[in-house]
């Protein structure tokens, strides 16, 4: 596959989040592939990342559950780079909190930023996609936001919903041409694990069977994978990183899950027998007409479908 299909040449993208994380790792991978970036964080630390990326990048600082930042961060992407292609919901808070520990403050902050925020992107960004003649937009859920999670209630409930919602969204916007995907992370690497205890965080990655912690720049892959005209096909897809962290706790498949889900893994022979020996039926195939040039780390995928 070709380098050529998963580049974003000419494309327009905000990444949502962008201070750090994940979302710095997508502004930076897709200013690589060609696109145009507006970073946007609540943090002003964006505006130095979007400066060393140079003249391909601008930042703007944006609360994204704010109605009136999405105006104006919408216009000034528009204003400053001609168009609007992509959106990657990536921005989020964390907390690990009982159901009886949860305030109601917590509950609603965490559900302001996490959901409300993908909400008010998704609407804020369709009328400029719809006029650029479509686009792609990649919400950022989790794995919580795939099943029951303990001590994480109301960080799950919104990524349920981002699940959700992006469903609800692609059907909508599938006849502008807009596509809407939710990526499920495992377990990445970045300062949000910092909110964990380090013990639970070492149990996680004991849990994966390649024993090692996702990097914000895999699941970036998949995040330009799913931006970029090669994701034609996909709408509404629940795709899980990191997979191998899901499979290490058993939960290879949300059994509610009526699509077939794409799992794309760094250890393919581990995962595929994984999902297999824990009753899924699979189909191994090459990503080479998915993913770029990452062999290294996503030689294949795995369509899982009819899960036990
Ligand atoms: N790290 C993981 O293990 C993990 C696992 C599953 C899903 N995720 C999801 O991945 C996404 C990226 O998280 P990350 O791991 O990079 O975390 P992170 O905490 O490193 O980055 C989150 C970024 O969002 C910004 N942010 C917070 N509130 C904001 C607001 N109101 N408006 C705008 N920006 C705001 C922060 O300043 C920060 O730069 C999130 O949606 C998170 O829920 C992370």
């Known amino acids: 596959m070709g380098r050529r299909q998963c580049t974003l040449d ?28 507006m970073l946007t964080d609540v943090s002003p630390e964006g505006g130095a990342v979007a400066e060393a990326l140079g003249d391909l990048a601008a930042f703007s600082q ?47 902050e965490i559900t302001r930023i996490n959901q409300r925020g993908p909400f008010l992107g998704m609407r804020a960004v369709a009328p400029a996609m719809r006029a650029a003649g479509g686009g792609s937009i990649i919400n950022i859920s989790s794995g919580a936001g795939l099943r029951g999670v303990r001590n994480v209630l109301a960080y799950a409930t919104t990524k349920w919903a981002v699940r959700g919602m992006s469903k609800c ?42 024993g090692r912690i996702g990097q914000p720049e895999d699941i970036a892959r998949m995040v330009l994978y799913l931006a970029s005209d090669a994701a034609g096909q996909f709408h509404a897809e629940a795709k899980i990183g ?37 009753g899924a039926k699979a189909i191994r195939e090459p990503a080479d007409s998915t993913v770029r040039s990452d062999a290294s780390i996503f030689s294949h995928r795995i369509l899982l479908y009819g899960c036990a």
């Open 10 to 37: 000419g494309k327009v993208a905000i990444v949502t989040g962008a201070a750090r994380g994940q979302g710095e790792a997508e502004a930076r991978l897709f200013v690589a592939e060609g696109a145009k970036v």
């Open 62 to 108: 944006q609360d994204v559950g704010s109605t009136a930042d999405w105006e104006r961060v919408v216009k000034a992407t528009t204003q400053r780079f001609g168009r609007l292609d992509i959106l990657v919901n990536n921005a989020a808070i964390y907390k690990m909190r009982s159901l009886l520990d949860t305030t109601d403050e917590e509950f609603d």
């Open 242 to 278: 990191d997979a191998h962290v899901l499979f290490g706790n058993g939960y290879f498949c949300d059994p509610s899950m009526s699509a077939a889900i794409y799992i794309y893994v760094p250890d393919v022979d581990a995962t595929f027998k994984r999902a297999v020996s824990l």
């Open 169 to 210: 969204a692609a059907l909508e916007l599938a006849g502008d041409r807009i596509r809407v995907n939710s990526i499920h992370p495992g377990v990445i690497e970045t300062p949000m694990l910092n909110h964990n205890p380090a013990a639970f965080n070492e149990a996680m990655v004991r849990a994966t069977p390649i």
